[in-house]
């Protein structure tokens, strides 16, 4: 495994960046961005849970009274993270939902995307800290953020649309999008937990969304 060391001079940059999940860079110029894209790489390298806020020191070259100057600990920092992540998650979903193609056509779209990206190392950190965050202060601001995610909106739209084109029948939108987020993140903790291989992986996400849209019933 690479040290932190190694992996700062691999991925952090003379240039501060901030890492897409797409595993892509946008040029940031703030310090907060410098100081996550560090804590990112250690968190690639030994985990959530293994990384301390010095090793975050050593990573991004600052001292810890800076660090601490711009977040208030780990916690806040990965938050700052997830918070970037979302905002890209959401926009994919956007593109996604509001494409061409008929409703069936646009999820299963999507599902495709997420069993790609379901290998990422940064998905595994995120299903790493929500397990193990037990501070109630930061269990609040991770509510919060959720909360104010677009997520729900992007599906219930998606779900509306569907119904007005007839393609489902009239049922609860807002708690349809509910259903098709706790979908998709049940299958990324099962993965996450249980890591099946990839093809039963996929067939069990193929019949989620069969079920989503058929049920289980004869007819």
């Known amino acids: 495994m690479l040290t932190i060391k190694k992996i700062h001079r691999k991925i952090v940059p003379d240039r501060p960046v901030c890492f897409s999940r797409g595993g892509g860079f946008m040029e940031k110029d ?41 977040f208030k600990s780990k916690e806040e920092i990965f938050l700052y993270l997830l918070k970037k992540w979302m905002n890209e998650s959401e926009r994919t979903i956007q593109a996604q939902l509001s494409g061409n193609g008929s409703a069936v056509e646009k999820l299963s779209g999507l599902k495709e995307q997420f069993l790609e990206r379901i290998n ?3 998905s595994a950190i995120i299903y790493e800290f929500n397990l193990q965050a ?3 202060a930061v ?10 995610s677009k997520r729900k909106a992007i599906f219930k739209d998606y779900i509306l649309l569907a119904i007005r084109k007839g393609e489902f029948r009239p049922l609860d939108a807002e708690a349809a999008a509910d259903v098709l987020i706790s979908i ?6 099962q ?29």
């Not at 907060?32 to 250690?42: E, P, Y």
């Not at 269990?139 to 104010?148: G, S, T």
């Not at 996450?192 to 069969?210: P, S, V």
């Open 184 to 189: 998709f993140e049940g299958l990324g903790l």
């Open 139 to 148: 269990l609040k601001k991770l509510r919060a953020l959720l909360n104010d």
């Open 134 to 136: 037990k501070d109630e």
């Open 120 to 122: 990422e190392p940064v």
């Open 30 to 70: 703030s310090k907060k961005d410098l100081i996550a894209d560090a804590a990112l790489a250690c968190f690639l390298s030994t985990g959530y849970g293994g990384t301390s806020v010095d090793d975050i020191v050593k990573a991004s070259g600052m001292s810890k009274g800076g660090i601490y100057w711009h």
């Open 191 to 219: 993965w996450f937990i249980q890591k099946k291989d990839k093809k039963t992986f996929e067939r069990t996400a193929n019949l989620a969304l069969d079920i989503f849209f058929n049920g289980v019933l004869t007819k």
